[in-house]
């Protein structure tokens, strides 16, 4: 997948597609992404297909969005409502495009 630049509000976040191993939480290890507020980046894991790629990236987007909103949801919240969202956006991309057109 190719970099690029969300918008976020007033703000922005940058989304880099990198390798597992700079992708990595001491703690944790390797991991499919990590939002890095301070930054202002989400890096994505390649070391997976596409599809847990585009999943990750949601994800990491919604931890952005949360933070950014003031907001306070667990990391399974995140998970289930970019999970969720994932599957609407990906099974309904007919409806997505007429919304947004």
Do not use: C
């Not at 922005?12 to 390797?30: A, C, F, I, K």
């Not at 890095?36 to 980046?41: D, I, L, N, P």
């Not at 306070?72 to 956006?89: C, R």
């Amino acid at each position: 997948m190719k970099d690029r630049v969300w918008k976020l509000g007033w703000d922005s976040r940058q989304v880099h597609y990198v390798p597992g191993p700079q992708v990595n939480d001491g703690d944790l290890g390797e991991l499919f992404g990590v939002h890095q507020a301070g930054k202002k980046e989400i890096l994505v894991n390649t070391d997976f297909d596409e599809a847990q790629q585009k999943s990750t990236t949601l994800h990491e987007l919604l931890h952005a969005i949360v933070t950014y909103a003031g907001l306070a949801l667990s990391e399974e919240q995140v998970t289930g409502l970019a999970n969720i969202l994932y599957q609407v956006m990906t099974d309904n991309k007919k409806h997505f495009k007429e919304l947004f057109k």
